[in-house]
């Protein structure tokens, strides 16, 4: 078991003062055949570009509910979800697909590849969504797949590929269409202890390199440790938002 | 996005799920092949009854005997054209029938219906001769031994019909010369016999030399007009009666049979046949289309997950319907091919197997069955290929992507 792996990234993010995410009052109830359930019970928070943020809290206190809101994949119950200045309620079907495409990338915790289609395929789909011309996008997705280190790997179905390959073409794909902000639900989640280190290496230096923000959903401290700042949920609650714990390894999780 | 791109990215989504998209096309070739041939086989049912209805000849009427006191006689016959004031009838021709052994030298053929006419024979029956000259008017009228036969008789004892004409030919034990060979009947798919074998000679000369009396079998009138089928029942009918001094018409001691009587009796067959047949018509389709319907909603509901994360990946609703439209259009397309050419087979393959068993049931292709069960086919794969794809492609795509 690996212990003490450096963070390389021991130089400071570059956060501006642009607000990129803003939550307020988020209230989220799921609608079911037993009742209704309260899961987000108004949340509020805000995001600066550049940020890298983990998102804590035991399982079923909301933190994937509250990505697939960020990532508008779903709507809140109640409350605002002001995205780049633009409140996500004023924004048609339509508008909300272009949100999807051009401001988010989202890395799931299922990978959710399309298993027929080969690696290069995959990330190329974005690009087919957002418009761009076909040997834009062949180049640009030949780039990120060499980026995440699977170029011998492009023409192989995505079902041929281990759990840490498939996560890297999720990366890949994520990156398609240079979003600014990258939502990540638990990306590590399903992955062994080594390929969790590459993704979180990964996901890091796109947050200190490139200037994107990052959040990130996890239980586990030593993958919070990689980010700057910590919100923990519990109970569809913010119970703490702060600076994240940079000491945390592997062997404590 | 252009509708190009969305079609290849269709194209290569039904290439990738080879699996799927056969199941899917295999779904709506059934559909249709069985349809086609379901109705195909109905259909050549239909029309064979039509077509056997159709050379029943719907404008003769016969009187037939039915009395050993009071026989039919050729007075019954000019007693009965005496009545006719309304000329209803065109043609008659009075018969009496035996069946004899016909011999020459060495061959002989037994129990060959041997038929005596009069001079409207041919008319009446719709025979043609092939070869010689029919009876004359001296042959009918003194009962000279002169003999017609039909082209089985001529091959059989003579080898060819050529042959046979001027040649003697004994019936029974009288001496017959042979005046003419008939034209060759194809076999209505009623009788067993072969149409081919029978004779006829005179009236004159079979009630002279074979059965020795004046009684008739039968007399065949033809009518002027179809229509007037029940005026000349009732002519045939009347006269009878008074010459058997009845009144009642259940104490009738003869029969009058119209073909028209049959006619009402196939056309009821055949109107049954006719719901028979959309009944087939019916169940099939509906059978195909549940196919049909059942695979392309399972390939599409399957798919609710990939209609999410396509969604999540930045897809609009009307790109996603459009790419599932484009791979239902492909998929029913292909099927509606497949399965036209497998149901055209079929119908052949059907009808050559009825052939071999000398059966004379067909299948036959109409249009109607072709456009329709393409047309509802095709309808019904491009209606469950696109609405539930519809329905998924209308829910937040963190729903769709939930979907198991
Ligand atoms: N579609 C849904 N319908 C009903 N309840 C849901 C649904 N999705 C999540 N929940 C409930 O909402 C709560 C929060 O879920 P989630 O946001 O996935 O938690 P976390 O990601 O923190 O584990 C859980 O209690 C879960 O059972
Ligand atoms: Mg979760």
Redesign the pocket.
């Known amino acids: 078991m690996a212990n003490n792996i450096d963070k390389p990234e021991e130089k400071p993010p570059k956060i501006s003062d642009k607000i990129v995410i803003e939550v307020k009052d988020l209230v989220k109830t799921?609608h079911?055949g037993a009742g209704d359930?309260l899961?987000l019970k108004g949340l509020n928070f805000q995001i600066h570009e550049g940020e890298f943020v983990s998102i804590m809290?035991p399982?079923?206190?909301?933190?994937?509910?509250t990505m697939h809101i960020l990532g508008a994949l779903d709507t809140a119950t109640s409350g605002d979800y002001i995205l780049d200045g633009v409140n996500t309620k004023d924004l048609s079907e339509d508008e909300l697909a272009g949100v999807r495409s051009r401001k988010i990338g989202f890395i799931f915790q299922a990978f959710n590849l399309l298993a027929h289609k080969t690696v290069l395929e995959n990330v190329m789909l974005p690009g087919m969504y957002g418009h761009l011309p076909m040997t834009l996008r062949h180049q640009k997705a030949t780039e990120l797949i060499k980026l995440v280190k699977l170029e011998n790997r492009a023409h192989h179905r995505a079902s041929q590929l281990s759990g840490g390959q498939q996560q890297r073409v999720a990366i890949a794909r994520s990156l398609m269409m240079d979003p600014a902000i990258i939502l990540a639900d638990e990306p590590t989640g399903n992955l062994p202890t080594d390929q969790t280190d590459e993704v979180l290496r990964f996901l890091t230096s796109l947050n200190r390199d490139q200037g994107k923000t990052i959040i990130i959903i996890t239980h586990e401290p030593a993958v919070a440790s990689y980010s700057d700042r910590t919100i923990v949920l519990r109970d569809g609650v913010i119970t703490s938002d702060g600076p994240a714990n940079r000491n945390v390894h592997y062997d404590c999780a | 996005m252009i509708a190009l791109e969305i079609f290849r990215e269709a194209l290569s989504s039904l290439w990738q799920n080879k699996g799927r998209t056969f199941l899917s096309v295999l779904g709506i070739v059934i559909g249709i092949a069985s349809v086609i041939v379901m109705m195909g086989i109905g259909q050549g049912a239909q029309d064979s009854i039509t077509s056997e209805v159709g050379g029943l000849g719907t404008s003769t009427i016969n009187l037939i005997n039915m009395s050993r006191e009071k026989p039919l006689t050729l007075k019954d016959l000019d007693a009965i054209l005496a009545n006719d004031y309304a000329g209803v009838f065109s043609a008659y021709c009075a018969q009496t029938q035996g069946s004899y052994t016909l011999a020459a030298g060495s061959e002989s053929v037994e129990s060959v219906s041997v038929t005596g006419v009069t001079a409207g024979y041919l008319t009446v029956e719709g025979k043609t001769v092939e070869l010689g000259n029919f009876f004359d008017d001296d042959d009918f009228a003194t009962g000279n031994r002169v003999i017609a036969v039909g082209q089985a008789v001529a091959k059989d004892i003579y080898g060819s019909a050529s042959a046979a004409i001027g040649q003697r030919l004994n019936v029974g034990t009288i001496p017959f010369t042979i005046v003419a060979v008939f034209a060759s009947e194809s076999s209505s798919g009623m009788s067993f016999s072969d149409p081919d074998s029978f004779a006829v000679v005179p009236l004159s000369a079979m009630q002279n030399s074979l059965t020795g009396s004046s009684s008739l079998g039968s007399i065949s009138f033809l009518l002027t007009d179809a229509a007037q089928a029940t005026t000349a029942k009732s002519i045939i009918g009347y006269t009878m009666l008074a010459r058997h001094n009845l009144t009642d018409v259940a104490d009738a001691d003869f029969t009058i049979f119209a073909a028209t009587d049959l006619l009402e009796v196939l056309t009821a067959v055949t109107g049954t046949m006719t719901m028979l047949l959309s009944g087939i018509a019916g169940i099939s389709l509906v059978v195909g289309g549940i196919g049909i319907m059942n695979v392309m909603l399972m390939s599409v509901m399957e798919r609710t997950r990939e209609i999410g994360l396509r969604k999540a990946l930045g897809a609009r609703q009307i790109t996603l319907i459009a790419q599932f439209l484009f791979e239902a259009v492909l998929i029913t397309c292909l099927g509606g091919i497949i399965g036209l050419l497998i149901g055209l087979g079929g119908c052949t393959a059907y009808s050559f197997i009825m052939t071999q068993m000398s059966n004379d049931a067909r299948a036959v292709v109409s249009w109607s069955s072709v456009i329709l069960s393409i047309g509802i086919s095709t309808a019904i794969g491009l209606i469950f290929g696109i609405y539930p794809a519809r329905k998924a492609a209308k829910l937040p795509p963190i729903e769709a992507l939930?979907t198991e």
């Open positions: 799921y079911s359930t899961v809290g399982s079923g206190s909301g933190k994937s509910t | 939930r």
